[in-house]
Nanobody, 123 residues
């Protein structure tokens, strides 16, 4: 499975972005998907995840209430909507695929990783 993330950019504090991640292959609908981010000088952290069924998505506390993860299996795509962006949301955002279908915050469950898309939020 190959993952291609896009949608990052420079945005002012309070703005919004929608990140997209397109997956290759025929088994996307069985994969759990997740978004992680890595800020400069910090470790990668979980942002949001969604199971193969799309039910009960997971969110990091830092983005809960102002983000939404969704998937369109017909398009082999997972989305991350980020609203009310803050400077601390700045980082490289990676999408990841979990062949086990879970999509939960455990990064070790994700076997496939995209190249990342950069998000910069100015104050």
């Amino acid at each position: 499975v190959q993952l291609q993330a896009s949608g990052g950019g420079l945005v002012q504090s309070g703005g919004c972005l929608r990140l997209s991640c397109v997956a290759s292959g025929r088994t996307f609908s069985t994969y759990g998907m997740g978004w992680f981010r890595q800020a400069p000088g910090k470790e990668r952290e979980f942002v949001a995840g969604i199971s193969w069924s799309g039910h009960n998505p997971y969110y990091a506390e830092s983005v809960k209430g102002r983000s939404s993860i969704s998937r369109d299996n017909a398009k082999n795509t997972v989305y991350l909507q980020l609203n009310n962006l803050k400077p601390e949301d700045t980082g490289v955002y990676y999408c990841a695929g979990d062949a086990g279908g879970r999509g939960n915050p455990q990064s070790s469950f994700f076997q496939y990783w995209g190249q990342g898309t950069e998000v910069t939020v100015s104050s």
